[in-house]
Nanobody, 123 residues
Framework: QVQLVESGGGLVQAGDSLRLSCAASGRTYSVFAMGWFRQAPGKEREFVATITWSSGSLYYADSVKGRFTISRENAKNLVYLQMNSLKPEDTAIYYC????????????????WGQGTQVTVSS
């Protein structure tokens, strides 16, 4: 099992920046990729960004490309999501996810999930 705990959410104004962190514990040696997803009220959970644990390959949703950056700190089992130029439409619960065998942009690619952290962007 892999446990994931997100932190760093909060209330910010449009144009501000925020950095989310995700701490992984447990069988982290089995992790192949880490991802960030988000879910706004009344909407389905959507992909934000992903990174492979060993090679650092990246992939972003078009809606955040150029504004968000995913990174990892392998030695500390941490994954970050740096969010710049935030918009009200970025308001959502942000979830960290881990995959033990695949790399992709759907929820089906990930088998471990955190509890989520709320990000609210006011206009």
């Amino acid at each position: 099992q892999v446990q994931l705990v997100e932190s760093g959410g909060g209330l910010v104004q449009a144009g501000d920046s925020l950095r989310l962190s995700c701490a992984a514990s447990g069988r982290t040696y089995s992790v192949f990729a880490m991802g960030w997803f988000r879910q706004a009220p009344g909407k389905e959970r959507e992909f934000v960004a992903t990174i492979t644990w060993s090679s650092g390959s990246l992939y972003y949703a078009d809606s955040v490309k150029g504004r968000f950056t995913i990174s990892r700190e392998n030695a500390k089992n941490l994954v970050y999501l740096q969010m710049n130029s935030l918009k009200p439409e970025d308001t959502a619960i942000y979830y960290c996810a881990a995959s033990s065998g695949s790399y992709g942009y759907t929820t089906y690619n990930y088998n471990y999930w955190g509890q989520g952290t709320q990000v609210t962007v006011s206009s």
